[in-house]
């Protein structure tokens, strides 16, 4: 069983930076491909960035290129969304999610283990 737990949510003001960590349970980490996804109320999960196991890959949605960074520490089991720039429209529950493998889906279906999510607060 992968248990991810999320950290480094709260609340900032408009173009502000936030540094979310995802620490996993798992001793085999480094084969896994870690992504963030955010939920806002009333909206489906949407895909904000993808890793591939060896941090030499990544994938960002089209609305958060440029302002967020991710990154990974196989050494430290962790996965970290560096969030710049953030706007009110950011304001969403952030999911970290794991899936054993290289590909990097960009849709929810594509992974196997979330965590239980924190809250980004983006006030204007």
């Known amino acids: 069983q992968v248990q991810l737990v999320e950290s480094g949510g709260g609340l900032v003001q408009a173009g502000g930076s936030l540094r979310l960590s995802c620490a996993s349970s798992v001793r085999t980490f480094s084969r896994y491909t870690m992504a963030w996804f955010r939920q806002a109320p009333g909206k489906e999960r949407e895909f904000v960035a993808g890793?591939?196991?060896?941090?030499?890959?990544?994938l960002y949605a089209d609305f958060v290129k440029g302002r967020f960074i991710i990154s990974r520490d196989n050494a430290k089991n962790t996965v970290y969304l560096q969030m710049n720039s953030l706007k009110p429209e950011d304001t969403a529950v952030y999911y970290c999610?794991?899936?054993?493998?290289?590909?990097?889906?960009?849709?929810?279906?594509?992974?196997?283990?979330w965590g239980q999510g924190t809250q980004v607060t983006v006030s204007s």
């Open positions: 999610a794991a899936r054993n493998g290289i590909v990097v889906p960009t849709t929810a279906l594509g992974y196997d283990y």
């Open positions: 890793i591939a196991p060896s941090g030499y890959s990544t």
